[in-house]
C-alpha cells in the first residue's frame, strides 16, 4: 500500500472549519483513502473514505484532487471534542491498515 | 451496543507471567485484526483472520505471541513470559471482506502494563 504524509501537529479554532491535508503521490488506482481519528486512550474511530469522488458524511468532507495524489479531510465546525491524531491511510480494499504517525490535532477555544 | 468489544480493558501483570485478551468483533464480521499501539506511536499491525484461519502475521509477532480465532467468532491474543517491553495497548478490530472498501472498526483496546 503506498504510503501517507502528514504535518505532524495542527491548530484550529472553536467553531471554524479543520482542513487536514495529506499527501500519498504513490497511490495507485484500486487503493483507497482512508481517515480515522484517535483521541486519547481510546481505539481509532473510523472518519470516512473514499476512492475517487468527494465524499462527505455527517462527520466530515472529504477531497481527493483529481490527480488523487492528495487529499484534505473537513471538519466543518470544529469543537473541542475534535482534538486528536487524525490518521490518513491509503490501502487497496481487503488489505490491512499501517498506520503511520498522524497530525495532532488541537482545537483551540 | 454491537461494536467491536476487548477484556479486559486494563491488565497490570509482573514480568514473566501470562495474560490473554479477548475480542469480540463486531457480529458476521468474517475478518479479525490485531494490532499493538505504544505512547506515541500509531497502531502497528500485528495479524489477521479469515474466519478460522489466521491469514497474516507481521514480524512484531515473536514466538511469545500466540492468536487464535477457533470458531471463526471471537479471538484471544496470549503472551507468554511477558516482558516489559510488552507495554502497550493492544487492539482488535473487524471488518467485512464485502462492501465497499472493507471497512475496518476498532475496539477501545486493552491496555497492557507489565512491571
Not at chain 1, 497511490?27 to 483507497?32: A, D, F, M, R, W
Request: charged fraction near 20%.
Amino acid at each position: 500500500d503506498a504510503k501517507t504524509t502528514q504535518p505532524p501537529s495542527m491548530d484550529c479554532a472553536e467553531g471554524r472549519a479543520a482542513n487536514l491535508p495529506c499527501n500519498h503521490s504513490t497511490i495507485s488506482g484500486n487503493e483507497y483513502v482512508y481517515w480515522y481519528r484517535q483521541i486519547h486512550s481510546q481505539g481509532p474511530q473510523y472518519i470516512i473514505h473514499g476512492l475517487k469522488n468527494n465524499e462527505t458524511n455527517e462527520m466530515a468532507s472529504l477531497i481527493i484532487t483529481e490527480d488523487r495524489k492528495s487529499s484534505t479531510l473537513i471538519l466543518p465546525h470544529a469543537t473541542l471534542r475534535d482534538t486528536a491524531v487524525y490518521y490518513c491511510i491509503v490501502r487497496v480494499a481487503g488489505n490491512q491498515f499501517y498506520f503511520g504517525t498522524g497530525t495532532s490535532l488541537t482545537v483551540i477555544p | 451496543d454491537t461494536g467491536v468489544s476487548q477484556d479486559p480493558r486494563h491488565k497490570i501483570t509482573k514480568r514473566g507471567q501470562n495474560v490473554t485478551f479477548r475480542c469480540d468483533p463486531i457480529s458476521e464480521h468474517n475478518r479479525l485484526y490485531w494490532y499493538r499501539q505504544t505512547l506515541g506511536q500509531g497502531p502497528e499491525f500485528l495479524t489477521y483472520f479469515q474466519n478460522e484461519a489466521q491469514l497474516e502475521k507481521s514480524r512484531l509477532l515473536s514466538d511469545r505471541f500466540s492468536a487464535e480465532r477457533p470458531k471463526g467468532s471471537f479471538s484471544t491474543l496470549e503472551i507468554q513470559r511477558t516482558e516489559q517491553g510488552d507495554s502497550a495497548m493492544y487492539l482488535c478490530a473487524s471488518s467485512l471482506t464485502q462492501g465497499s472498501g472493507n471497512t475496518i472498526y476498532f475496539g477501545e483496546g486493552s491496555w497492557l502494563t507489565v512491571v
